[in-house]
């Protein structure tokens, strides 16, 4: 079935240090590509998304791009900042799910120093 | 913005017990809302959806005796733990699909509850 695997955290950065949180996924068809965002205390945000091959989403600094060809949507940040310390998730949408839902890495939870 | 209030955010309940988790949709109507589970270091899994008015349809291996959930109204689905169990503790979560946006990315999350059954 559908599955999405990203890096294990945590991850703990200095600011200003650039970012990179890996996302492959296996799934049939072509899938949505989404990018979740969890700040403490609080719900999932989406971050940012991708729904075909070569697309790039990007929103507040960061990015990641579909890459059909290595089943990977890789999130990136150039600079972090402390207010960027969160939990991230990587997801898809379900080709054969029930009604649309999403399917989730692990999540990769990430620090920054100042 | 579209957003889901879920309560409790912490819940200990004693080994036995019940517990009911809210979700809330407080300015849009929700007609569809999915049940998610996460256990430490794993993804977060979906339990079961749940549509207003009819019954939820349970994912693969959820117990739907022991994992009671209720729609009964566009703004409110319940999930309740019955006879809880320590293995049941989890972090739990709700998301809803917000009504005239895109299916693939018109979601949006409650904060989730932490439960832990001693």
């Known amino acids: 079935g559908d599955s999405v695997t990203q890096m294990e955290g945590p991850v703990t950065l200095s600011e200003e240090a650039f970012l990179t949180i890996n996302c492959t996924y296996t799934?049939?068809?072509?899938?949505?590509l989404f990018w979740y965002v969890q700040y403490p205390g609080e719900g999932l945000q989406l971050l940012l998304k991708?729904?075909?091959?070569?697309d790039k989403g990007s929103n507040k600094g960061f990015e990641a791009t579909y890459r059909k060809e290595t089943t990977s949507f890789h999130l990136e940040k150039g600079s972090v900042q402390v207010s960027d310390s969160a939990v991230y998730f990587c997801a898809l949408i379900a080709t054969g799910g029930s009604q649309g839902n999403l399917i989730f890495g692990k999540g990769t939870k990430l620090s920054v120093k100042p | 913005g579209a957003v889901v209030s879920q309560h409790p955010s912490r819940v200990i309940c004693k080994s036995g017990t019940s517990v009911k988790i809210e979700c809330r949709s407080l300015d849009f109507q929700a007609t569809t809302m999915f049940w998610y589970r996460q256990f430490p270091k794993q993804s977060l899994m979906l339990m079961a959806t749940?549509?207003?008015?009819?019954?939820?349809?349970?994912e693969q291996g959820v117990e739907k005796d022991k994992f009671l959930i209720n729609h009964a109204s566009l703004t409110l689905s319940t999930l309740t733990v019955t006879s809880a169990h320590p293995e049941d503790s989890s972090f739990y979560i709700c998301?809803?699909?917000?009504?005239?946006?895109?299916?693939?990315?018109?979601?949006?999350f409650g904060s989730g509850t932490r439960l832990t059954v001693v």
């Open positions: 799934a049939t068809g072509y899938p949505s």
């Open positions: 991708a729904t075909k091959a070569d």
């Open positions: 749940s549509n207003e008015g009819s019954k939820a349809t349970y």
């Open positions: 998301s809803a699909r917000v009504p005239g946006l895109s299916k693939n990315y018109g979601y949006t």
